[in-house]
């Protein structure tokens, strides 16, 4: 079966770091564009980062230079290094796939989030 | 950064409408969209890829369409099951964008 568990999550004070991690099962996280999406409480969806297949990166502004997206291809797992924690970070994140395109089948396989507080 | 409108933020309809939820980008993204729905303290679905396919498992009542900058989520008959909120998102271009999100109610 293809899933994705994310894990990592909890209370944490402004200014501090959490790592999130996301296991798949069932598909190889290293063949395939990972992407970080974060939902904050009663807010929208905010896609976070992504890890291309060929090992490149990108942020979103919000996050740029205090997160940084990595994976394991041993372990077949994703992660999010989380520095600098604010509390407009506080969120459900999320893991979700991308198969490579041509042709684009979109983000089709999602965790079931891992919610981070930031708060004194 | 590609910015991905949906409006109107709340939609009131009853069972068995035919309901339109509309979605544009601020410059043209191709087919690169896709249609998520969400419903309280779940993760997204996945609904529709590449502005018109729909992904598997997905009942054929839903439907998208549109290319470019305009694009459109169509539920034939609404039912129970469907009342939530859906998303729209582009894949063209990093930093992937989502729409704010538009629920759909029960009137």
């Known amino acids: 079966e293809v899933q994705l568990v994310e894990s990592g999550g909890g209370l944490i004070q402004p200014g501090g770091s959490l790592r999130l991690s996301c296991t798949a099962s069932?598909?190889?996280?290293?063949?395939?564009?990972m992407s970080w999406v974060r939902q904050a409480p009663g807010k929208g969806l905010e896609w976070v980062s992504i890890?291309?297949?060929?090992?490149?990166?990108f942020y979103a502004d919000s996050v740029k230079g205090r997160f940084t997206i990595s994976r394991d291809n041993s372990k077949n797992t994703l992660y999010l290094q989380m520095n600098s924690l604010r509390a407009d970070d506080t969120a459900v994140y999320y893991c979700?796939?991308?198969?490579?395109?041509?042709?684009?089948?979109?983000?089709?396989?999602w965790g079931q989030g891992t919610t981070v507080t930031v708060s004194s | 950064d590609i910015q991905m409108t949906q409006s109107p933020s709340s939609l009131s309809a009853s069972v068995g409408d035919r309901v339109t939820i509309p979605c544009r980008a601020s410059q043209s993204i191709s087919s690169y969209l896709s249609w998520f729905q969400q419903k309280p303290g779940k993760a997204p679905k996945l609904l529709i890829y590449a502005a018109s396919s729909l992904q598997s498992g997905v009942p054929s009542r839903f439907s998208g369409s549109g290319s470019g900058t305009d694009f459109t989520l169509t539920i034939s008959s609404l039912q129970p099951e469907d009342f939530a909120t859906y998303y729209c998102?582009?894949?063209?271009?990093?930093?992937?964008?989502f729409g704010q999100g538009t629920k759909l109610e029960i009137k």
């Open positions: 890890i291309f297949s060929g090992g490149g990166t």
């Open positions: 979700a796939k991308e198969s490579p395109p041509p042709p684009y089948y979109g983000m089709d396989v």
């Open positions: 069932g598909f190889t996280v290293s063949s395939n564009y």
């Open positions: 998102q582009q894949s063209y271009s990093t930093p992937y964008t």
